[in-house]
């Protein structure tokens, strides 16, 4: 478990903004399951999305924090689309041990349109959809890549695990909004949930059993193709129903909705990772930007006073500089 400055002992188990990694050892299966609460809508706040923008860009911020939480080193996971939909690109950033950070770009014009709901599909369009991994200080990078082509995002990331991943993996993904009562202030808030399993068998070997199996090898299948394994199918099973309600139900904590789940085989959890809402833009790093910059374009971005005004935007920070 990293270090950090919360004491992550006297974080209940069911709080919101928190990852909770578990294990269910009689099915070879580890995971992680988020919950999402404040910490959206802190981020969402700061922009001005259309509510439809606001849910597609919960969704990916959900899947970052499940994807993104597994790093064990220091660094950066970063998920990315880029795609021909209303909703242009969506960014969102993972800095471990705990700070997320996110933006969306999309055509007002086009989302205001759209019949509701609008699913992610039709928001989204055809394009893709990216990893980025960044280690620490070695700046070691690793991409991954899947195709978004009429699917939503959770789709695209199980297409992605099965065709990158040597790992079986599960996910599910719910985001909902929450309706709140009386006047004033915000009328409504974002929950998010999410489950993420993978099939890690500590014996290898185990995973070929079935291959090996001479009884019920149906002819034509090659050796090489592993047949799945019945506690990989069990666990996938117990993750892909989840229901949406399940995910987000501000009454359910995350260890009762993994106790819920898995407790007939037995389900350990370890210490929750919190999330926080932080963005890691600074004057000093936006200088170090605008040196890259050629004079002439400099020159055109000075405004009347001779400062330069840059917008950060993942968190709507408003900086003025002098260059020079
Ligand atoms: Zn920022």
Redesign the pocket.
Known sequence: MAESSTNLDALPLSADDIVLPFRVEALDTRGRAVRLGSVLDSILARHDYPRVVERLLAEAITLTALMGSSLKFEGRFQLQTKSDGPVSMLVVDFMTPSDI?AYASFDAGRVGTLPRPAGDASLLGSGYLGFTIEQGAQQTRYQGIVALDGQGLEAAAMQYFKQSEQIPSAIRIAVAEEQLAGGGGARHRWRAGGILAQFLPTAPERMRQADLDPGDAPAGVPRHEIAEDDAWIEARSFVETTEDIELVDPELGLDRLLYRLFNERGVAVSNPMLLRDQ???SEERIHEMLRQFKAEDLAEMREEDGLIGIT?E??A?RYRLSLG
């Open positions: 950070r963005c890691r833009c950060c993942f968190c920070r």
